[in-house]
Structures are given as structure tokens and as C-alpha cells.
């Protein structure tokens, strides 16, 4: 029998070797350069990828990066096939990716709008059969506002002729243009029946600024929603229904924002920006809401309209303090683009900042603006004086090293002073490692503490919890290295806010790659780290890599959070999470509770991701793992299905990457039920 096997074994490398060969996809010269070891045992590059490299993490050649593959696709790893095998037998036809730079960009964007974006005469028909059965059908008032220098006149008129286009049509179009700009109306206004009472057409000068205009509007005509779009911005024929039949399904909704992206010179559809639901704190790091956004007219006046100062982004400006007084449920987000717009566009740094700064301003609360080497501003939140106490818990075995290089990391490079040290020694036998500990345990700030126990990352986490003095607990592997100086003011400050609940690090690989970069939840598997192994200063699809924003969950390899929160969701859970989940089970559990949880780009740690435990590739540890992975699905399968901070066009293999199709079911399709359904 064994010798049976043994035949089939080497038949079985043999076809595998052919397929490998055949597909030029493998680098004999790259593999015998990076990889001496192969040299020194004599065995063919090819065989000893097949047989060892792989499992090392070896890499066939620059473009196929097998430790990303295998991270990407579970599934890889589940079947027990070669990852560069399964890419060229299944992968390639399927699509998947073979590296980070793919990865950091919507592939294959076109051919996605053409098979799961595109209108077809049977969609429209069906759009206007469910409009019909609408019981409330609101009106909507459409503001185009020319003001640049450099309007195209094609794009005006693509602009106007994108509302009249409307499947929809219980909306009023009014068109706002500044004195000075008329000349670009006056031919362009020639093409559309001006006598339609559904479009009116208002001039401001420079003595009446244009806040007041949109606001007198707003108050002189009637509506229930409001719009303000842009002269270079093209509508989807369906955007006013889908924001109509939001409005049916949740009345009391006061914000809506749709999906969106942009058209060349040749109106070629590229740069999507699907968006997540509501991010509070991503909203003041950029404006998402900014192309496609319905108001409830009410709302503005509410909060006094557009507001006349000069060098503010009005829009902005008006997004902030609308939905810094709403509750959640109030701000819906349509996944669906339902908007393009031109690529001449550019950011203003200075009137962001002066925007920025009014809203805090208004509030009331003490921040601070921090220029930063990308388009976006930096809000470091204060920490109140005397600075409160700090407990950095750390549990540890048996690895002095990563141990040592962590607590000297902290010691060299943190600014921050007022924190204390608890190592947790998980039965340590090294003799080196107690003997460090013995040393260190009597230094200011250092305290060991034995946790005399197997193995479970949740006890020995509540364990040390009972015994730190601090008000901010942070949550630290052994194997963190600390890059910034500041990156417990930068945690600390977002932990100490009243709506946050945990907060998480950018962590990056050794190599310079991101490990970390928030959580974010799917179904095949929990909980995976966005923009995986992307380099070290990516940007991440729209910039998302290089913003402050709320996540569903951050690691427990770099985790802060206020002593009283923690205690208040019962800790992390010892009897159903020993080792996996236990961090993402927190957040959301903290979640749960009414606080939003946070990753910032600006603490900026290193990660040697589980040196300290190993992987999970025995057959004891993937029967533990699924009990695991069952309780969670238990537990909070609703919002690992959907869940709120990412977008339902995009799928986990690889994160950011298009899903094929959407997850939803669109409204059109489905309008004989109350609520959208995800399609599987």
C-alpha cells in the first residue's frame, strides 16, 4: 500500500511539474537567487517549490506572491493544492489575484459595468412598474450649479439632459449660474425647452454669494429632498427612483448618498468609489458625500442653510453639521453609482482646512489639524492634563527576542510617559527569557505577571486586565515594534472620545508591506485585514489606506480602548474564543453597544504576525478554529454578511477587489418585498 502511494506521489508531482513548466510562470533563475537553500540540496527548482517552497512561502517568480494567494483565498489552502497549480488550473479563468499592486485597483472595471452595471430596456421597464407602486413619490429639487471657468458646454447639457432623463419624474430642476458665466448658457439653453415649467433658470453676481442663492431656492420652491449637483456631473437615469424608493422603505431617512464614479474625454466609466454606510469618522477625513447627495429639505433649514464664508467648502460645511445631529438610521447609503463625474476635479487643501476647522470650531471641541504628506488633514483629538495612566498588557512565552525588541521599542521611541507594563508570562521555560525577566521586573513602570495556564488569548488578556491600574488598556502582541513616537497619543486621543470604542494601528510586515489597516468582515471567512500586503504608502482604493475611518473591528495586536468600555461588554470571551476572533468579537460587542470602533493610519507599529503563536496547521488547532469560526457565525452572521464598512459591489478575494455579481438583489428586480435581499 505504501508503495502504491508512493507511485502515485511522484505521478502526481510529475503532471504538476508539467503544468508549471508549460505555463511560464515560473522563474527558475529568480527561485535559485532568492532562495539558496535550493542550491545547497540539489533539487530542482520546480520539485522543491512543489514539495517545501510553497509551505516557506517561497515565491515562483517577482509577480506571484504565494504567501498573498494562499491570505486571499482560503479556499487555496483548505483544498491542499499548489497555490501556483490552483491559479493556473482554476485562478487565472476565475479571475483571482496573484499579487498586491492587482489588488490596489479595481481590475477590470469596464467589463464589470457592461455585465452588472449597465441598463438595459428591460430594467427600465421594470424600474418604471415598481415606481408605480410606490405610495409615497416625493419630490425632488435638482440644483446645477455653474460657477467654474473652465465648463465645457457638452457638459452642461450633459448635465441638465441627465435630469430630464430621469425615470423618475417627480422632480424640478433649477439651474444656478453666475452672472458672469450667462455667455455659457445662452447657446446651450437653445437645445432644451425652456418653457418646461420643470426647469427654471436663476443668475447670482458676486454680491450675492451663492449659499444665499441656494438657500432662497430651497425656500421659494416647493420639494421634499434637495440636490445639489455640479455642471460636469452626469446623473444614472435611475438615481432619483433608487433615492425615491429608499424614501419609501425608511420615510424618516434625512440623508441619502450613492456609490459613484468618474467619465474620461471619451466618457469611458473609470475611478469608482464605492462607498461604505455611514463613517462618521471617515466624514472628516474626506467628503464622500459630496457628488450624489439627497437632503430632506426640512434638515437644512434646521440648521440654518447654507452657511456665507468665504474659502469653506459649502457643500462639506453643510454634510458636517447636518449629520453630526443625526442618529445613523437617519443617513442611508444607496450601493449603487448613481453619478459620474469629469476628471478635472482637484482638491483645495486650504479651504478643506478652513472647513475643518469651523465645524470643531463650532462644536466646541479643542483639536488639532495636522498637514500631512497626502491631499488630507490630520485631526489629532487632545488628551486631557494630568495625562491618564496607560496599561500596555502584553502576554508573552518563550520569545525573549521579539519580546525584548517590543519593550525597547516602547522605551526608546514612545513619547507618551504616563504608562505602565504588565508582561504576562504564559509559562515561560526558557531560561534566557526568565532570567530577562527577573531583570526587568524591577524597573519603574515593568511589571511581570504569571499566567500559569494553557493557552488562551481571551483569559489571559481579562486575567491581566483585573490587575492593571490604568484608564486606557492597550493590547499588544510581542511581536509590535514601534515605528512613530506618537502612537499612543494618536490612540489614546481617539480612545478617551465618548462615541469610540476600540481603536487600531497601522501595522506593516518587516518587509514594509500593511498587515493591518482595519478588519473587515465576509462570510467565508469572518474577518480578513484590508489592503493585505499592499507597500508600505499606498494609498488603497480612494485613498481608504491613508484615512482615519470607523471599521467594524480592529486587531488585538495593536488595540486600545477604555478600561470602562471593555469592562462594560464583559471583556473578551474566554469559554467560546480562546485564540481566534476574540478581538473582532469585542468590537463588534462594543459596537453593539452604541460605540464606534476606529483605525487611524497615523500609529504606525511593525508586526512579525504569529511568530509569538504559530499558524493554525494541525489538525487540533483547525477543529478548534472552526468551533471558532462556527460561534461567530452564530453569534453575528448578520453583520459578517453585511457588514457596514464595506461595500456589497466588492468581494474578499482580495478585499477591494469586484464582486462577481454584487452582493444585492437589485430593488427593481425584487420590489415585491420590503427589504433588499443579498443575493449568494
Same mark, same amino acid.
Given at each position: ?26 522563474? %527558475? ?14 533539487? $530542482? ?38 497555490? +501556483? ?10 479571475? %483571482? ?15 464589470? @459595468? ?8 428591460? $430594467? ?60 455659457? +448658457? ?68 434625512? &440623508? ?18 464605492? *462607498?461604505?454606510?455611514?463613517?462618521? =469618522?471617515?466624514?472628516?477625513? &474626506? ?38 445631529? +443625526? ?62 495612566? @496607560? ?60 499566567? =500559569? ?9 481579562? =486575567? ?26 494618536? +490612540? ?32 467565508? %471567512? ?26 467594524? #473591528?480592529?486587531?488585538? #495586536?495593536?488595540? #486600545? ?54 499558524? =493554525? ?42 464582486? *462577481?455579481?454584487? %452582493? ?17
Amino acid at each position: 500500500m505504501n508503495y502504491l502511494k508512493k507511485i502515485s506521489e511522484i505521478i502526481r508531482l510529475h503532471k504538476q511539474k508539467i503544468i508549471i513548466k508549460s505555463s511560464g510562470m515560473f522563474e %527558475r533563475d529568480y527561485y535559485l537567487q532568492n532562495y539558496s537553500e535550493v542550491i545547497n540540496s540539489g533539487t $530542482d527548482p520546480i520539485t522543491h517549490y512543489l514539495k517545501t517552497g510553497w509551505h516557506h512561502g517561497n515565491n515562483p517568480s517577482p509577480n506571484f506572491i504565494t504567501e498573498y494567494y494562499l491570505t486571499q483565498y482560503p479556499d487555496v489552502l483548505e483544498s491542499g493544492i499548489n497555490p +501556483l497549480v490552483h491559479y493556473i488550473r482554476f485562478g487565472k479563468d476565475e479571475g %483571482r489575484i496573484i499579487n498586491p499592486s492587482e489588488g490596489a485597483k479595481y481590475k477590470g472595471y469596464l467589463n464589470w @459595468v457592461q455585465k452588472y452595471d449597465t441598463l438595459t430596456e428591460k $430594467d427600465q421597464f421594470l424600474i418604471q412598474t415598481h415606481i408605480n407602486s410606490f405610495k409615497n413619490h416625493p419630490k425632488f429639487i435638482i440644483i446645477i450649479t455653474i460657477t467654474e471657468q473652465n465648463i465645457i458646454d457638452n457638459w452642461i447639457k450633459d448635465s441638465i439632459s441627465s435630469v430630464i432623463n430621469q425615470i423618475y419624474t417627480h422632480w424640478q430642476l433649477i439651474i444656478l449660474c453666475d452672472q458672469e458665466k450667462k455667455y455659457l +448658457l445662452d447657446q446651450t439653453l437653445l437645445d432644451f425647452n425652456i418653457e418646461n415649467n420643470k426647469i427654471n433658470f436663476f443668475y447670482y453676481n458676486q454680491l450675492e454669494d451663492l449659499p444665499i442663492s441656494i438657500n432662497k431656492i430651497l425656500e421659494n420652491h416647493p420639494g421634499d429632498y434637495f440636490s445639489c449637483i455640479n455642471a460636469y456631473d452626469i446623473l444614472r437615469p435611475h438615481a432619483l427612483y433608487l433615492a425615491a424608493h429608499n424614501i419609501n422603505l425608511f420615510p424618516d431617512v434625512s &440623508v441619502i448618498y450613492s456609490d459613484e464614479d468618474q467619465i474620461d474625454e471619451e466618457y469611458n466609466r473609470c475611478n469608482p468609489f464605492f *462607498k461604505p454606510d455611514w463613517n462618521p =469618522d471617515l466624514i472628516l477625513s &474626506v467628503n464622500f458625500l459630496l457628488n450624489f447627495t439627497v437632503y430632506k429639505k426640512m434638515m437644512v433649514k434646521k440648521v440654518g442653510g447654507y452657511q456665507k464664508e468665504l474659502d469653506k467648502d459649502i457643500n462639506w460645511d453643510l454634510a458636517l453639521r447636518i449629520t453630526q445631529s +443625526l442618529p445613523r438610521s437617519n443617513i442611508l447609503h444607496i450601493p449603487h453609482i448613481c453619478i459620474h463625474g469629469h476628471l478635472h476635479k482637484k482638491k483645495q487643501q486650504k479651504i478643506e482646512f478652513i472647513t475643518l476647522a469651523s465645524h470643531f470650531d463650532t462644536l466646541e471641541k479643542d483639536i488639532k489639524l495636522i498637514e500631512t504628506d497626502n491631499p488630507y488633514w490630520h485631526v489629532r483629538y487632545p488628551i486631557p492634563y494630568p495625562n491618564p495612566l @496607560v496599561s500596555i498588557i502584553i502576554p508573552t512565552k518563550n520569545q525573549l527576542y521579539l519580546l525584548k525588541n517590543c519593550l525597547e521599542s516602547i522605551s526608546n521611541k514612545t513619547t507618551y510617559q504616563h504608562y505602565e507594563i504588565l508582561v504576562i508570562n504564559n509559562q515561560t521555560t526558557d531560561p534566557d527569557a526568565l532570567a530577562y525577566f527577573t531583570n526587568i521586573g524591577g524597573k519603574k513602570s515593568i511589571h511581570i505577571l504569571d499566567y =500559569d495556564d494553557t493557552f488562551n488569548y481571551s483569559a489571559i488578556n481579562n =486575567d491581566a486586565v483585573k490587575r492593571a491600574m490604568g484608564e486606557i488598556l492597550v493590547f499588544l502582541n510581542d511581536d509590535i515594534e514601534v515605528i512613530s513616537p506618537d502612537w499612543l497619543e494618536e +490612540l489614546i486621543g481617539h480612545a478617551l472620545r465618548e462615541e469610540i470604542g476600540a481603536v487600531g494601528a497601522m501595522l506593516y510586515f518587516p518587509n514594509d508591506t500593511i498587515q493591518h489597516a482595519g478588519i473587515i468582515l465576509y462570510p467565508d %471567512r469572518i474577518a480578513g485585514h484590508a489592503f493585505y500586503s499592499q507597500a508600505r504608502g499606498s494609498h488603497g482604493q480612494n485613498d481608504r489606506a491613508r484615512l482615519v475611518q470607523n471599521y467594524s #473591528a480592529v486587531t488585538g #495586536a495593536c488595540m #486600545a480602548v477604555k478600561k470602562s468600555k471593555f469592562q462594560q461588554v464583559g471583556g473578551f470571551d474566554e469559554e467560546n474564543l480562546a485564540i481566534a476572533y476574540n478581538d473582532v468579537d469585542l468590537c463588534l460587542k462594543l459596537k453593539q453597544a452604541g460605540y464606534e470602533n476606529l483605525w487611524t493610519p497615523y500609529a504606525e507599529l511593525y508586526h512579525h504576525e504569529s511568530v509569538s503563536r504559530g499558524l =493554525d496547521d494541525t489538525k487540533e488547532k483547525q477543529n478548534r478554529l472552526k468551533r471558532e469560526t462556527d460561534f461567530m457565525n452564530r453569534k453575528w452572521g448578520s453583520i459578517i454578511t453585511h457588514d457596514p464598512a464595506y461595500n456589497p459591489n466588492l468581494k474578499s478575494n482580495p478585499f477591494f477587489s469586484l464582486a *462577481k455579481p454584487p %452582493r444585492f438583489v437589485k430593488p427593481w428586480k425584487s420590489h415585491n418585498t420590503s427589504e433588499p435581499q443579498i443575493e449568494n
